[in-house]
């Protein structure tokens, strides 16, 4: 049963445990050979935003991106469909990541990082699309360590469920669990790690004419279904253009039904909600307003333990494969597909 349903923008609607949700698509140009867009824009201090425009900078004064920022309180997942993220924070960890890999970080007590958008395609247009979903902690696990993990493209679990006419949904599983299969684990603190909590982000390509019943969970738990790309999708019998949403009710199944020609993209996020107080204000999500207070104040003292990069914009080389810095030093890369 649909609960609420409405248009989807910049900034989806969410509902707890998940605070916010921003979906990026930029058309960038092709790059200019050193990892800047070849058309160039006027740098605004207080954000590119236009959201009627092709691309923007968004912070970024060189590279299209968001330079060092601090969070505390919560996780940002981010989940590329396309285009190149590169990653620096406090901890001196560095990376790069794309199409089809997920970075799940958990800020807990408090870090830097940055998100840099480099144009790696002199060729052609540096496509960028992606989701950053925002996850709460809960008040026991918001202060703690921060950390980060790679969920590459080569290990996220995908499959195929097959409706009675014979047509095709495409299942990929960034958490939880479904038909049997399960995810990558999440960082050791997250609010997806304890299995009761039944959380679970999943992609959901629906081929054209293709119908998919999500299974039922919980009366209790909150499920957000996006629709981001193809023509029209039918869910619970009621007809959705894309660019829009539906909270539905978990404790029955969902149908979903492309009724285009074209695929149908589905972005499904839900969980038992976190049963505490939730503030978020700017870059921090906590559990009272005075907590929130002493995050700023916490942050304009000691910066989270600073930033160790000589600046806040940072990318790396053009020739620079995806790959994974840790704190400790220690490099990992994708693996290969045997």
């Not at 691309?55 to 060189?62: A, D, N, P, Q």
């Not at 089809?100 to 800020?107: K, L, Y």
């Not at 029209?232 to 019998?237: D, G, Q, V, W, Y």
């Not at 949403?245 to 074209?262: E, H, I, Q, W």
Request: charged share 25%; net charge negative; glycine share 8%.
């Amino acid at each position: 049963m649909i609960i609420e349903k409405g248009k989807l923008e910049f900034s989806l609607k969410t509902q707890n445990p998940f605070v916010a949700t921003m979906y990026h698509f930029d058309h960038y140009p092709p790059g200019d050979g050193n990892l800047r867009p070849s058309e160039k824009k006027f740098h605004i201090p207080d954000g590119d935003f236009d959201m009627e425009a092709d691309w923007r900078m968004y912070f970024g004064e060189i590279v299209p991106g968001f330079p060092a920022h601090p969070h505390r309180g919560f996780e940002t997942i981010t989940v590329v469909l396309q285009g190149t993220v590169d990653h620096t924070d406090g901890l001196g960890s560095k990376g790069r990541y794309g199409a089809g890999d997920v970075q799940w970080m958990t800020a807990g007590k408090g870090m830097q990082h940055a998100e840099m958008f480099p144009m790696l395609m002199t060729d052609k247009k540096n496509t960028l699309e992606l989701f950053q979903i925002w996850l709460s902690l809960d008040r026991q696990h918001r202060m703690v360590k921060p950390e980060y993990k790679m969920l590459w493209r080569e290990d996220i679990p995908s499959f195929f469920v097959t409706d009675p006419s014979g047509f095709k949904a495409k299942i990929t599983l960034i958490a939880g669990e479904s038909h049997g299969a399960s995810s990558q684990e999440p960082t050791e603190n997250s609010w997806a790690k304890d299995k009761s909590h039944r959380l679970s982000i999943q992609l959901i390509d629906l081929e054209p004419r293709a119908s998919y019943l999500i299974p039922a969970a919980s009366g209790t738990m909150n499920r957000s279904v996006y629709f981001y790309s193809g023509e029209t999708l039918s869910i619970e019998n009621d007809s959705f253009e894309h660019l829009s949403y539906a909270f539905v009710t978990a404790d029955s199944g969902t149908s979903l039904k492309n009724v285009s020609s074209k695929t149908a993209k589905v972005l499904l996020l839900e969980s038992e909600p976190i049963p505490e107080p939730i503030v978020i204000k700017g870059p921090f999500v906590m559990t009272t307003n005075e907590e929130i207070e002493q995050a700023y104040r916490d942050f304009n003292e000691t910066g989270f333990g600073g930033w160790p990069f000589s600046t806040p914009e940072v990318f790396h080389e053009a020739t620079q494969e995806r790959f994974a810095m840790h704190p400790d030093g220690s490099v990992e890369y994708p693996r290969p597909k045997p």
